[in-house]
């Protein structure tokens, strides 16, 4: 059931209480949504938020959290395990990075579609301030628009609300009444401003850097061992273990046990190199890759515009 008011919330709380509240029900879309909100961490320290964005292990957050980590911040879940990760896109101007996690079945949060928010619209911002984790503000949506950053000078579109930010808030959620993901907190701009990048500016970062381009494999990082004239080749690559059978890799001919080595001639030795590759290297709708099946090399193209 979509829940878009407070009395909204108010009905569907009493359709499951005898004494219903308005804060139940936020206590209870808050709750579901945790396991979906990580810790970013540098050097042992924590540094920020992030949104896990899909299950698949892509976590979002803001670009000045992950600067002068080298690219390789690491990301806490709520249940403690500590994944190494790698920034695979990033937009200093929107303030906004995307991570790549070597994981799986991950606790993705819902992305909602920020551009049907109101002003006074019910909101929570998740985050981990002073390093305290999983505290949560509500407020309402004050205004929407843009704001110029201090650091940069830019003007972007931005959230504006009434809910209390402190630093390791950045890149935590801001939730609708639904438990939805409409925003990304960013304390760049300074001031009393409580902000966040729109989900809607977020997505279509997304597609404008590529990070949609879909080959339609599953992959696993592999060493290679080489023989004979193959000695000086890479020593690592990812092997395919499952293939999507109405995907451009399918119809291109790859199969399952196939080790890929590059991309549009950029190596790739895991899932974020591979996404980066095809993000970058994917030119009118076609790229050439190389794969080493039966202990041999060969060239094969991928036509990401052909018809299933």
Do not use: C
Not at 54 to 74: E, K, L, S, Y
Not at 181 to 188: A, F, T
Not at 213 to 220: A, D, H, S
């Amino acid at each position: 059931m979509a829940i878009d008011t407070v009395e909204e919330i108010t009905d569907a709380a009493k359709a499951v209480s005898p004494s219903p509240s308005v804060s139940e029900a936020s206590a209870a879309l808050v709750a579901a949504s945790l396991n979906g909100i990580v810790e970013v961490t540098s050097r042992g320290r924590g540094i920020g938020a992030g949104i896990i964005w899909d299950a698949a292990g892509q976590v979002m957050t803001n670009h000045h959290v992950v600067v002068g980590t080298g690219g390789r911040p690491q990301v806490v879940l709520t249940d403690g395990r500590r994944f190494e990760t790698k920034v695979v896109a990033e937009n200093p101007a929107l303030d906004l990075a995307l991570l790549e996690v070597e994981a799986s079945g991950l606790p993705a949060l819902p992305i909602g579609d920020s551009r049907t928010l109101r002003i006074g619209e019910l909101v929570f911002a998740v985050g981990h301030p002073w390093g305290v984790k999983g505290v949560v503000t509500a407020g309402i949506v004050s205004g929407l628009g843009s704001v110029t950053s201090v650091r940069s000078g830019r003007s972007a579109d931005y959230i504006r609300s009434d809910v209390s930010l402190a630093p390791g808030n950045s890149g935590g959620p801001l939730l609708n009444a639904r438990g939805h993901v409409v925003g990304i907190n960013s304390m760049i701009f300074g001031g009393d401003l409580s902000v966040a990048v729109p989900s809607h500016v977020a997505l279509e970062w997304l597609a404008r850097a590529g990070q949609r381009v879909y080959l339609g494999v599953g992959v696993r990082p592999v060493r290679i061992n080489h023989t004979g004239e193959d000695s000086d080749g890479p020593t690592e690559g990812v092997i395919v273990i499952g293939v999507d059978p109405k995907g451009p890799a399918s119809r291109a001919g790859v199969t399952v046990g196939d080790v890929l080595l590059s991309v549009a001639d950029q190596h790739v030795v895991d899932t974020a190199s591979l996404r980066k590759a095809l993000s970058q290297g994917v030119s009118d709708g076609k790229a050439e890759l190389i794969i080493v099946r039966g202990g041999k090399a060969r060239k094969v193209q991928v036509d990401f515009d052909k018809a299933a």
